[in-house]
Nanobody, 124 residues
Framework: QAQLVESGGGSVQAGEPLKLSCVAS????????MGWFRQAPGKEREWVAG????????NIADSVKGRFTISQDNAKNTVSLQMRSLTPEDTGIYYC?????????????????WGQGTQVTVSS
């Protein structure tokens, strides 16, 4: 059974960095898109970044481009989201998700496997 477990969330001050990790297990092969989403209170779930693991092809949302980086460590079955220059607008629950195929969709409905989420709180 496929499972995703996020870690690394926490409370930081504006301008500080934070790195989230997502450990995957039970994923049958590397032809998956691993995506990061976030959801702020009262708002819809928002796509943040994705990586197609077979080719290490990445996509970053315009809203965080230049500040967030997504990467993978195949040896550890881990996908990470490095976040820099955080602002209070980055506050929310961050989710890792997996979708089969080579295109990293921005739509949450395309992702069949989800982690439990990790809270990120940025104070000004």
């Amino acid at each position: 059974q496929a499972q995703l477990v996020e870690s690394g969330g926490g409370s930081v001050q504006a301008g500080e960095p934070l790195k989230l990790s997502c450990v995957a297990s039970g994923i049958p092969d590397n032809r998956f898109c691993m995506g990061w989403f976030r959801q702020a209170p009262g708002k819809e779930r928002e796509w943040v970044a994705g990586i197609y693991t077979e080719l290490s092809r990445t996509n970053i949302a315009d809203s965080v481009k230049g500040r967030f980086t997504i990467s993978q460590d195949n040896a550890k079955n881990t996908v990470s989201l490095q976040m820099r220059s955080l602002t209070p607008e980055d506050t929310g629950i961050y989710y890792c998700a997996a979708a089969r195929g080579g295109y990293c969709s921005e739509s949450p409905t395309e992702y069949a496997i989800w982690g439990q989420g990790t809270q990120v709180t940025v104070s000004s």
